[in-house]
């Protein structure tokens, strides 16, 4: 490589690439084993720590590296090597199914994130000493090109960091946002090796490519597949146990809403259960807010009951699946927002309050905090109710959400009564679904929860200042995803 302005402009540049790489993968990476092991706390902790120490091993490795002869060398193989890399990630999925089916929640986690960030992060955290060494030229200017060379590659991440979140991943997926990261990584490569003839790794990365490409085939069930950052979404018609064909929506391989494809009916007991408890509690309701849309199942059950529905929606792929293959009624007023946020936009108030606003198996913590129950609380006419379903946990570690958002909801001045879908002994397999009031419901509901010790002495609340909630619903995500992976996600690919 010849020395001087274009030297160093070259070299510039791919700091600055190598650095948005390594946010972007970190991102997609994330998102790639959300279908199989959610979003929850341990995901992150997992993704964030493999990163950083990928990282620092790259960097201590590309330090001692750079004090050889061949470094420039080496620095173009090894940015070759780690877009090779990340264009295999999508190809990784026949692992994470494997080690789902053999090893516990956590080692399936950490071993997952660890194949898919650790190899390219260390590679590519290899590629900023090196570049170091290439462009310095005495010790005395040598802190001045490692303050450049890192500065630029931070900027680079900041900037792919945006641009993956915003644009890319929600346009394109996963497995082409990988790619399009890979290829420019790969260019500053094969610019390098085909000025000296080497044509062998523009032969490997293509070959790369195409074996990728063949990741992006929707499964034959799948009516709609597509990747985005708030997870990947799908749309299923599958044969229930009484062959009865019904459609599926999924969010990271989670069921959010089912229904039978002839009738339109829905096939999910929780919903069948807040129909009965709205004939019980509020049978003229006139009104009704639905905090995450789904596939419109809950607002189309109310909107037969001659009620006024707006929901509220910060998905777009949401909106389009529940429009286009769940038949939404078109009486629903879709709002596009995000829930938190929509709340000070609206001025009326409503009879019924319906939050269904899990990703997958997480909520996030600004949507169950005091605040938020305060916000809402003002939102509710006199005799009417909000309805949240929750985990089926009320004992044990597990059940620390719950009773934070049980304290929570006291503190807002909120009365409750607790009900259930699923199993009414394991918790493993239950739902708790919460009739919150201002005034006590002392009507009786539909599958009530059998009377509970519940002691909320001890119990902290979740506010905005110090969201306590997603902590410490970790270890209820952590087993509702295990139980779910073993039998929905691992039954749904044999």
């Known amino acids: ?200 790794p523009v032969l490997l990365f293509l070959a790369s490519i195409f074996f990728s490409f063949k990741t992006i085939c929707k499964p034959s069930s799948s009516i709609y597949l597509k990747e985005g950052l708030l997870g990947k979404i799908e749309v299923e018609d599958k044969l229930d146990t ?8 999924l969010v990271n391989n989670v069921v959010q809403s089912c229904v039978d494809v002839k009738t339109k009916q829905s096939k999910l007991q929780y919903s069948d259960i807040l129909e009965k408890n709205v004939s019980i509690i509020s049978p003229n309701a006139k009104t009704a807010l639905v905090l995450g849309l789904g596939g419109g199942v809950i607002s189309n059950m109310l909107v037969k009951r001659n009620v006024d529905v707006t929901a509220v929606e910060l998905d777009n792929r949401i909106v389009e699946v529940a429009q286009k293959y769940f038949d939404v009624s078109d009486k629903v007023h879709i709002i596009k927002d995000d829930a938190r946020h929509a709340l000070y936009q609206l001025k009326n ?31 509710l006419n006199p005799d009417g109710f909000i309805f949240i379903n929750t985990y089926g946990f009320l004992s044990g570690n597990s059940a620390k959400g719950n009773l934070i958002l049980l304290k929570t909801l006291e503190q807002a001045g909120l009365t409750y009564k607790i009900c259930y879908s699923g199993n009414l002994t394991l918790e493993d397999y239950r739902t708790l679904l919460l009739f919150v009031s201002v005034n006590p419901i002392e009507k009786n509901l539909y599958a009530t929860l059998p009377e509970q010790n519940i002691s909320l002495a001890d119990i902290s609340v979740s506010t905005d200042d110090k969201p306590t909630l997603e902590f410490a619903n970790a270890e209820a995500a952590k087993r509702w995803r295990y139980s779910y992976l073993k039998n929905s996600i691992l039954l749904k690919n044999d």
């Open 349 to 379: 108030k409503y009879d019924i309050i319906v939050m269904d606003m899990f990703t997958g198996e997480v909520a996030s913590s600004h949507v169950l905090s005091l605040e938020f129950f305060t916000k809402l609380k003002t939102m």
């Open 1 to 200: 490589m010849n020395t001087g302005s274009f030297k160093r402009s070259f070299l510039y540049s791919l700091s600055f690439i190598e650095g948005g790489v390594v946010m972007s993968t970190e991102l997609a990476g994330a998102k790639l084993l959300a279908p199989y092991f959610g979003t929850s706390l341990y995901v992150w902790a997992c993704v964030m720590a493999l990163t950083l120490g990928g990282l620092a091993g790259g960097y201590f490795l590309g330090g001692r590296l750079s004090t050889r002869k061949n470094h420039e060398t080496i620095l173009m193989s090894s940015v070759l090597c780690a877009a090779i890399y990340i264009t295999c990630l999508p190809m990784l999925s026949f692992l994470f199914l494997y080690l789902a089916s053999n090893l516990s929640l956590l080692p399936s986690v950490f071993i997952s994130s660890a194949f898919v960030l650790f190899p390219p992060v260390f590679i590519m955290g290899m590629v900023s000493p090196l570049i170091i060494k290439s462009i310095t030229n005495s010790h005395e200017e040598s802190g001045k090109k490692s303050g450049e060379i890192y500065a630029l590659s931070t900027v680079g991440g900041i900037c792919f960091t945006f641009l993956t979140a915003f644009y890319l991943i929600p346009q394109w997926g996963i497995t082409i946002t990988l790619i399009t990261d890979a290829a420019l990584l790969a260019a500053f490569s094969i610019t390098y090796f085909m000025k000296r003839k080497i044509f062998f």
């Open 242 to 249: 009484g062959k009865a064909l019904c459609r599926f929506l």
